[in-house]
């Protein structure tokens, strides 16, 4: 007879099971111990039986609420992934190698507001914000100078970028490939997420329809040709960022995640080869234990859903791998350095709640770009808590925990009724249907806006206490030195852009865009013609204005 699966035997069962995991895959070649000598095991159980045990599980195993890999950080720890980027790119390249020289192991990229919108730096819609929220990215040859001495091949990179996502994918494969790396080695992240830039980051340059004509084809692209590579990141950050809760941080992600993998299925793709390329953005907020909480539910309900409604097989195809992201909204103008505090106790919470990569939000990212010695205490913040609190002795310390579990449970119940509404707004049971009509009615802006407001109203009546905004304001902290960038930096951006179009084959740039417009009007995959377009050096903004030629823009709803 099987045994039940909160008896003690089925505890003791799982026990096994993720012993030989940890044992196949961990060789031991130093004792965990406490500061004061004492041997820690690799993880904590029940001693005997536990009714809540079959959904907290073990690290390693359905349903991943304790984290995806048997051994935890103990294996490999998380991967400090610090997002930069400003001016131009080679201003940007001494950045990514002063984070990898102390200690970074991936890059993370932040572009320009021209870039985000697919602009070009000379298009005077540009004027005054080139290289000022991140690097500048006109062409291929930017690519190649952003990553100049850095290996493509070697080096993980994340580009934070969703509606000219794919252009920009294609000028990093074309600058993998003048580097000499072979492109089906590649391996990174994109976000790509045009969901929540409809719901929240308000960054697209299509209708709805065509964006997801783009994923869908860079999804079949990456699955056949670079495997490893991750093409979208679903983004639960600037959901969060504009005002969500955590719940519905939590809902709405995974909501958008649902939709992607339909549309991967829509595609006749395998489920168990495309969602392995998906992966997940989150915020790390104030609310030390509801974070925690929060992360390790979106492990437990991802995995349910890919196997039960989705028919993913594979444990890879079932686990959600996330970044992670301390929260910018949490940071404070007044007395900044309390934000080295936040930081590193949001830094904490993403750790204790199993994140795969970790982003430290610097001291002085309220007021500007970070300065080289705010971006250096971020990255130390991650290395002292990897290297000096021993957090990564032991898988999911916090498991079993009555507060830390009625808060999972709790989380995972709230983003359920949400998936339920959601899809009752589709009308055909579709997780994208009702995700394209809360879009179209602005259901997400207003429900994110109705809790953005009821946080600015405790804040207000005091309720929600911020040091040095509503407590504790007197303060001797003096005024910080802030990275202001020069407009020398447009101005010289801007002629080395019109150097290049005079400098390039225009006779090849017209014929491959000409084939990208094509390919726009037809079923074709439109990664190809793209990368012969980023090729020949055609530009970012010459290569979404034909797609705008061809398939409009988009205004969003009125709504009231």
Known sequence: M??????????????????????????RDREFRTLSGLEVDPVYGP???????ERIGWPGEFPFTRGLYATGYRGRPW????????GNARQTNERYKMILGAGGGGLSVAFDMPTLMGRDSDDPRSLGEVGHCGVAIDSALDMDLLFDGIPLGEVTTSMTISGPAVPIFCMYVVAAERQGVPV???NGTLQTDIFKE????KEWLF???????????????????????????VSGYHIREAGATAAQELAFTLADGFGYVELGLSRGLDVDVFAPGLSFFFDAHIDFFEEIAKFRAARRIWARWMRDVYGARTEKAQWLRFHTQTAGVSLTAQQPDNNVVRTAIEALAAVLGGTNSLHTNA??????????????????????????????????PLGGSWYVEALTDRLEAEAERTFARIREMGGDGTMTA?????????????EIAESAFDYQRKLEKGDKRIVGVNCHTSTVEQPLEILRISHEVEVEQRRVLAERRAARDQGAVDAALAALRAASKGDDNMIPPMLEAVRAEATLGEICDVLREEWGTYSEPAAF
């Not at 001693?47 to 045990?53: H, L, M």
């Not at 991967?79 to 400003?86: D, E, K, L, S, V």
């Open 2 to 27: 099987k045994p039940d699966a909160t008896s003690a035997e089925a505890t003791e069962a799982g026990r096994a099971r993720w012993q030989a995991r940890y044992d196949a895959a961990f060789k």
């Open 184 to 186: 089906g080695k590649l």
């Open 47 to 53: 001693p005997g039986e536990d009714p809540r045990f």
């Open 79 to 86: 991967t400090i992934r610090q997002f930069a980027g400003f």
């Open 198 to 201: 409809y719901i929240a980051q």
């Open 434 to 446: 009702g995700i394209l009509r809360g879009i179209e009615d602005g259901w997400f802006m207003s």
């Open 363 to 396: 001291l002085d990212e309220v007021l500007a770009l970070p300065s080289e010695k705010a971006a250096e205490i971020a990255l130390r913040t991650q290395q002292v808590i990897m290297e000096e609190t021993e957090v990564v002795n032991v898988v999911d």
């Open 207 to 233: 209708a709805p329809e065509p964006h997801l004509r783009l994923i869908g084809d860079l999804m079949e692209f990456c699955a056949a040709e670079i495997p490893a590579y991750k093409p979208l990141s």
